[in-house]
């Protein structure tokens, strides 16, 4: 999971965190594994033969771990450093699509413009995941990262490229799998182009090419 590339990042003299709660409760598993338990019943199969029977617990836990991004709580580390452009290109995450339940799955490419304030790489990664890992959309989860990170940086000038494969259009409906691309661009991002171009540049070679799993 770790981010293909970064670009001009410097040391650190300064740090400070602040934290929050997750915004929702854990999963009801025992819930899950009876809605599952009925699922299989109904689509004619039969839930107690050997090959299902720990089905409805093993989907239980796999929601659980494919939606952990309700529980994660920030936890910013910054550091004060005089810095330019700030990109980390293409951090791979899987989400679940919250019309089909199916996943989409793919590549975030984040840059923002410091001012003053750098936040810890690992932490963009963080929050990719905060959320990715739950029921989403793509357009959504692109401007929700983008906001956080500007939350997080302390800073309006934010730009993040998501790129996803979407199963429920792959596997079901069109059954094409064709890209999707969606940009989140604000602040100095949407008005200074050149700069804007800096970044695609910068990502093109950690883009998603074709499916990749
Ligand atoms: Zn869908």
């Not at 033969?49 to 989907?59: A, C, N, S, Y």
């Not at 003053?116 to 959320?131: A, E, N």
């Not at 094409?176 to 070679?205: C, M, N, Q, W």
Request: net charge neutral.
């Amino acid at each position: 999971m770790d981010p293909g590339g970064l670009s001009t990042v410097s040391s650190c003299d300064v740090y400070l965190a602040v934290s929050s709660r997750g915004d929702r409760m854990a999963i009801d598993k025992e819930r899950i594994e009876k809605a599952v338990r009925m699922i299989l019943e109904a689509i004619g199969e039969n839930p107690d033969r050997e090959g299902l029977r720990e089905t409805p617990r093993r989907v239980a836990s796999m929601l659980e771990e494919l939606l952990e991004g309700y529980q994660i709580v920030d936890e910013y580390t910054w550091f004060t450093e005089r810095s330019d452009l700030v990109v980390v290109s293409g951090i791979r995450f899987y989400s679940l699509c919250e019309h089909h339940i199916l996943p989409f799955f793919g590549s975030v490419h984040v840059a923002y413009m410091p001012r003053g304030k750098i936040i810890g790489l690992s932490k963009i990664v963080r929050i990719v995941h905060k959320f990715s890992r739950r029921l989403q959309i793509q357009e959504r989860m692109t401007q929700q990262i983008a906001e956080e990170v500007s939350k997080a940086a302390n800073t309006p000038d934010v730009m993040v490229v998501s790129e996803a494969i979407h199963l429920c259009m792959a596997m079901r409906g069109v059954r094409t799998p064709a890209p999707t691309v969606v940009a989140a661009v604000r602040g100095i991002f949407s008005t200074d182009r050149s700069l804007k171009e800096e970044v695609y540049t910068i990502i093109h070679p950690y883009r998603l090419r074709g499916l990749l799993l």
